[in-house]
């Protein structure tokens, strides 16, 4: 049961574009809201996260969108860059006990065109 | 500061044969995890570890064992290695509970 769905699976935008890729949860349990940015051959990074207490978090040119009622929250990569071309994962992870789970989406493979 | 390093990067098993891979991280974080990922479906958790000397199951357990005898290092062994196991394992650590430090990565090939 995927618990987190993100679409689209890949993206091909044209430099200076703005990319969108949306994640929807069931869990409404989750309280964290991460992304996370992949290059290939290397393990994801840490790109912007945000919790259900805002509706938007801006870093740079990375935007998170957060519709708790909806259950739904989005990145949008403004001007977007050929370096910004990867593959972008979106999680979400509630407390259990001491933990924290982070249960991610399947991903969407960007790719920016120059 | 190298942190979190995985051994070995590449690996090519027979059906049935064990193996151990290390994740070691130098950031003195209490948690570490053990991940699979596969095309098309995202990371998922293996098992996990809140401090020296604990382990949890997470989402796919079966088939994997894990070990974390000391704070910097945790352990992900396969006692009889399947072809379904093919795939690349990243190790990630955090301080408390929010963000996590993945590794590059090990890709296992289980012929």
């Known amino acids: 049961q995927q618990q987190v769905k993100q679409s689209p699976q890949s993206l091909i935008v044209q430099k200076g574009g703005i990319s969108i890729i949306n994640c929807a949860y069931e869990?409404?349990?989750?309280?964290?809201f991460p992304w996370y940015q992949q290059f290939p051959g290397k393990g994801p990074a840490l790109l912007i996260a945000i919790r259900p207490d805002v509706s938007e978090k801006k870093e740079g040119r990375f935007t998170i969108s957060f519709n708790k009622s909806a259950k739904q929250f989005s990145l949008h990569i403004m001007d977007s860059q050929p370096g910004d071309s990867a593959t972008y994962f979106c999680?979400?992870?509630?407390?259990?006990?001491?933990?924290?789970?982070?249960?991610f989406g399947s991903g969407t493979q960007l790719t920016v065109l120059p | 500061n190298a942190g979190v390093t995985q051994t070995p990067k590449f690996r090519v098993l027979k059906t049935g044969q064990s193996m151990t891979l290390l994740c070691a991280q130098d950031?003195?974080?209490?948690?570490m995890y053990w991940y699979r990922q596969d095309p098309g479906m995202g990371l998922r958790l293996i098992h996990y570890?809140?401090?020296?000397?604990?382990?949890a199951k997470g989402e796919v357990p079966d088939g994997y064992n894990v070990s974390r005898l000391k704070k910097q290092n945790f352990l992900l062994g396969l006692e009889s290695a399947a072809p379904s196991q093919t795939s690349v394992y990243f190790c990630?650590?955090?301080?408390?509970?929010?963000?996590?430090?993945f590794g590059p990565g090990t890709r296992l090939t289980v012929l």
């Open positions: 570890s809140v401090g020296e000397g604990t382990t």
């Open positions: 990630a650590s955090s301080f408390h509970t929010d963000t996590q430090y």
């Open positions: 950031m003195n974080h209490e948690y």
């Open positions: 999680a979400a992870s509630a407390r259990s006990g001491s933990a924290r789970q982070l249960t």
């Open positions: 869990n409404t349990a989750f309280d964290y």
